[in-house]
T-cell receptor, first 110, second 115 residues
Framework: SQQGEEDPQALSIQEGENATMNCSYKTSINNLQWYRQNSGRGLVHLILIRSNEREKHSGRLRVTLDTSKKSSSLLITASRAADTASYFC??????????FGPGTRLSVLP | DTGVSQDPRHKITKRGQNVTFRCDPI?????LYWYRQTLGQGPEFLTYFQNEAQLEKSRLLSDRFSAERPKGSFSTLEIQRTEQGDSAMYLC?????????????FGSGTRLTVV
């Protein structure tokens, strides 16, 4: 079973707008990662946030983590058509392997 | 060594046949993972190797599935007596010991279609 659940399932925005995706999980975690997957391809690691961190930035990406609410968000600013992909959160508890959610399918329209 | 390589990219097989997939991880990564992904879903964990030792297997990995990683380098995933429900993308990933920093590096996957 998948621990993380991304929300929304699908998101469509115009180029230049910001995109926000959320991930909720059920049990305690050690860290949480976000991955991107272009259609028919493997996953690409975007960013990792540890359980003792609240926010991280990487380029146009901003990730927040609220362990009290068991949730994380991924913000992509100034979106581009090339950002069109599926985005997955993956959670990990101590000594276990990453568990992926079902993903958010983002479409950025030119 | 530019990343994780998987072979073949696509495989179409008849139900009941055996198939084998290969994964070549990044050479300095000692951890290797197999995941399965069906359309519209996230990857589901199948099994995990640290060097040549298979340390964890998901209950999704029925007795028709077997994975090996001889000498701790490349890995193979074999599915015997394939069923239509085995149709999926099979993803391999590798990571260094300090994966908490670097995360997983995924290959492009092998798409299996069982007809």
């Amino acid at each position: 079973s998948q621990q993380g659940e991304e929300d929304p399932q699908a998101l469509s925005i115009q180029e230049g707008e910001n995109a926000t995706m959320n991930c909720s999980y059920k049990t305690s975690i050690n860290n949480l990662q976000w991955y991107r997957q272009n259609s028919g391809r493997g996953l690409v690691h975007l960013i990792l946030i540890r359980s003792n961190e609240r926010e991280k930035h990487s380029g146009r990406l901003r990730v927040t983590l609220d362990t009290s609410k068991k949730s994380s968000s991924l913000l992509i600013t100034a979106s581009r058509a090339a950002d069109t992909a599926s985005y997955f959160c993956a959670t990990r508890n101590y000594g276990q392997n990453f568990v992926f959610g079902p993903g958010t399918r983002l479409s950025v329209l030119p | 060594d530019t990343g994780v390589s998987q072979d073949p990219r696509h495989k179409i097989t008849k139900r009941g046949q055996n198939v084998t997939f290969r994964c070549d991880p990044i050479s300095e990564h000692n951890r290797l993972y197999w995941y399965r992904q069906t359309l519209g879903q996230g990857p589901e964990f199948l099994t995990y190797f640290q060097n040549e030792a298979q340390l964890e297997k998901s209950r999704l990995l029925s007795d028709r599935f077997s994975a090996e990683r001889p000498k701790g380098s490349f890995s193979t995933l074999e599915i015997q007596r394939t069923e239509q429900g085995d149709s999926a993308m099979y993803l391999c990933a590798s990571s260094p010991r300090r994966e908490v920093i670097y995360g997983y590096t995924f290959g492009s996957g092998t798409r299996l279609t069982v007809v």
